[in-house]
């Protein structure tokens, strides 16, 4: 239950709810040949950006305290 809440308050759990309910959405409506509006295809690729670009930002921030232990370990 920990591990939810934290994942909660990321806004992880969110937007993955919110990219599957979307792009569910879409592959129905592609799939029964009714024609997907623009805003619903937008509203999917911005929960995507979003969610795959907080992941990016995680591993940058991640990237650069290594560099910072490395150069401190080193003296410098």
Do not use: H
Not at 21 to 30: D, F, K, P, S
Not at 35 to 47: E, F, R, Y
């Amino acid at each position: 239950m920990q591990w939810f809440k934290g994942q909660f308050v990321q806004s992880n759990i969110v937007s993955g709810v919110l990219a599957v309910a979307i792009w569910g959405v879409i592959c129905y409506l592609a799939v029964a040949q009714i024609q997907i509006p623009d805003l619903l295809t937008a509203g999917g690729m911005s929960i995507l950006a979003f969610f795959f670009g907080a992941k990016m930002g995680q591993r940058d921030g991640l990237q650069q305290a290594v560099r910072k232990i490395e150069e401190f370990s080193k003296g410098g």
